[in-house]
């Protein structure tokens, strides 16, 4: 077992993940105006976001670790090509049956990873010249984290007894870098749910370089 790889992160429900009511409309939003048809989800947990897109007309694929999430996925979205591979995999796997992306949304996934810079390398290896990368995480900067600080909450924001928890924690500056570090040029950034800079996430775009 690698121990630096999360194998199960507790996909035992078909439920949509709360956090879809603010993520997924913001998503949908953007994959419109970059005008993106065909869009793979890297880490697609039990596959509920793939199958909100494809209900809106997208050519969508899932790709998840957690062998759970992938069952439930395939189970609930027949329609829907879902394969168990991870971030630490070789993209050239994937498109050996498929074709390349217009985008890769990942949504709450890059704060669960040991070795994020797999993210964005996995990300480009599977997209077309000039694709797109959309990633969410929740949001840290100064006022937030003397929130979380003032009322006490750092030990239930971390929540380090939860194995394949959250292990890194994002700044729109950390995240940009995390980026354009790894072969994207940075396009756009909104926060999402709560108020301004209190956001829950946020959303960073970028282009494949």
């Not at 007309?57 to 759970?68: C, F």
Request: net charge neutral; charged share 15%.
């Amino acid at each position: 077992m690698n121990t630096n790889v999360a194998e199960n992160y507790g996909w035992s429900t078909a439920q949509a993940d709360p956090s879809g009511a603010y993520l997924v409309p913001k998503i949908f939003s953007l994959l419109k105006q970059l005008n993106a048809k065909r869009v793979l989800d890297l880490g697609a947990g039990n596959g509920a976001v793939c199958g909100r897109l494809k209900a809106a007309g997208y050519d969508v694929v899932g790709v998840e670790y957690d062998k759970s999430g992938v069952e439930i996925s395939r189970a609930t979205h027949p329609g829907i090509n879902f394969y168990n591979f991870g971030v630490q995999d070789n993209p050239a796997e994937l498109l050996a049956t498929e074709s390349a992306f217009d985008a890769v949304i990942s949504t709450e996934v890059v704060e669960h990873l040991f070795s994020p810079h797999l993210l964005p390398v996995y990300a480009s290896g599977v997209l077309r010249p000039g694709g797109y990368l959309i990633a969410t995480t929740p949001y840290h900067g100064y006022l937030k984290n003397l929130a979380l600080s003032i009322f006490d909450h750092w030990d239930k924001h971390h929540d380090p007894l939860w194995h394949g928890g959250h292990v890194k924690f994002w700044s729109r500056k950390t995240l940009s870098k995390l980026f354009s570090d790894n072969g994207f040029r940075v396009v756009g950034f909104s926060g999402v749910g709560r108020f301004q800079y209190l956001w829950a996430s946020m959303v960073l775009v970028g282009q494949k370089i």
